[in-house]
């Protein structure tokens, strides 16, 4: 009888395959990365939302359509008949009353496009959000810890979609001619943190946790406090800026840097009562956005200035290409304002605001997590 190996393989012919190395981490990283793919074009859907949402507002086309229906209302008027139903609608609301008795027909179809289009764009991106999502779900791809923070953003996209709708019933009560500035303000505050969020998230799906956490050990927090707030500041700013919109205060008071000829507007606390001059004497308002221009413009110097002490190359960059879109935005505004607000320079000053604040986000970012490679000397 032969003897017998004490660890014989059972079959000679057998297939001898062995485990790839780092299987499991590169499924991991690319999970990741088709999350962060995912994020991206989420980003860029909700970018093109606040262009479109602005192009709604400085056209007056937030009011067209009278109605909120969540699924039903993707089909636009398909007939005349429709399309007379439509602008019947329109006819019943403050707005067309007061401000556009006369219009034509063509020329609601123009606005009811653009407030469409707007609609439209919010089912596209939770379309987008709800696929994404259950996909990663179902196949199990998405990291550990990660689903709450991604289900997140579709709780908060479904909110969104309401307060909308609770911004444009303000301007349908009679109460009103255009929709409240401070839900407006509340609307597109909304639509920034959702942003910021994606791109926050994106960042940190750029890395794997290992080196998350080892450039963790380098960060600076004063630096990235001092970022926080400044990040806070230019919110105050933002929402400032939409009660500007909300009541056109941007195409009055055109001179700079005084108003009407002095430092302050005239009747800064003319109405009644009191608290309203905050939201809607044009004057107060656009006041108190220039001023917190100033501020957001001084405290970033600041925050600049201590960036730059970084030891880190890219934490470095980072805040010179904050400060430079800063520098941009503040000469942006003050040239909106005095050319009374057109579309062509409205419209980039609120995406130039886009920019910025994705930049404070990604010099924070690189405070908390800098790239442990761009040591001086390294």
Request: aromatic share 10%; hydrophobic share 50%.
């Given at each position: ?11 000679e012919g057998a297939a ?204 600076d927090g004063g630096l ?28 009055g008071f055109t001179d ?123």
């Amino acid at each position: 009888m032969a003897d017998r190996k004490l660890f014989e393989e059972v079959s000679e012919g057998a297939a001898r395959t062995a485990a790839a190395p780092g299987g499991l981490d590169r499924d991991r990283r690319a999970a990741r990365g088709m999350i962060r793919n995912w994020l991206g074009a989420l980003f860029v859907l909700v970018v093109l939302m606040i262009a479109v949402g602005g192009m709604t507002r400085l056209t007056d086309s937030g009011l067209s359509i009278t109605e909120w229906r969540p699924v039903t209302g993707a089909i636009p008027p398909l007939n005349e008949a429709h399309w007379a139903s439509e602008f019947e609608k329109y006819k019943t609301i403050p707005e067309y009353q007061l401000q556009n008795r006369g219009m034509t027909l063509e020329e609601f179809k123009v606005i009811y496009w653009w407030e469409w289009g707007h609609r439209q764009l919010g089912r596209v991106i939770g379309l987008v959000w709800a696929v994404g999502f259950f996909f990663f779900l179902a196949t199990r791809r998405i990291p550990t810890g990660w689903t709450p923070r991604l289900l997140g953003l579709g709780a908060l996209g479904g909110l969104q979609g309401a307060i909308g709708w609770w911004m444009v019933s303000s301007g349908l009560t009679g109460r009103m001619l255009d929709v409240a500035s401070y839900r407006l303000a509340t609307h597109l505050g909304l639509a920034f943190f959702i942003l910021g969020l994606i791109a926050w998230y994106m960042m940190r799906l750029g890395r794997k946790e290992p080196a998350l956490m080892q450039a963790r050990r380098q960060g600076d927090g004063g630096l990235a406090t001092l970022t926080g707030a400044l990040l806070v500041v230019a919110a105050v700013q933002i929402l400032l800026g939409a009660l500007v919109a909300g009541i056109d205060a941007g195409r009055g008071f055109t001179d700079w840097p005084l108003m009407a000829g002095g430092l302050l507007p005239p009747k800064p606390l003319g109405l009644d009562p009191l608290w309203s001059n905050f939201f809607e004497n044009a004057g107060l308002v656009q006041f108190n956005h220039r001023v917190a221009g100033y501020l957001l413009f001084l405290f970033g110097l600041v925050v600049w200035l201590r960036g730059r002490r970084s030891p880190h190359r890219r934490t470095q960059a980072a805040f010179n290409m904050m400060m430079a879109m800063m520098l941009v935005q503040v000469v942006l505004g003050i040239v909106t304002v005095m050319h009374s607000a057109p579309v062509g320079l409205a419209l980039p000053h609120q995406l130039g605001a886009v920019l910025l604040v994705v930049m404070i986000l990604r010099a924070r970012f690189l405070s908390i997590y800098p790239d442990v490679q761009s040591l001086r000397g390294a």
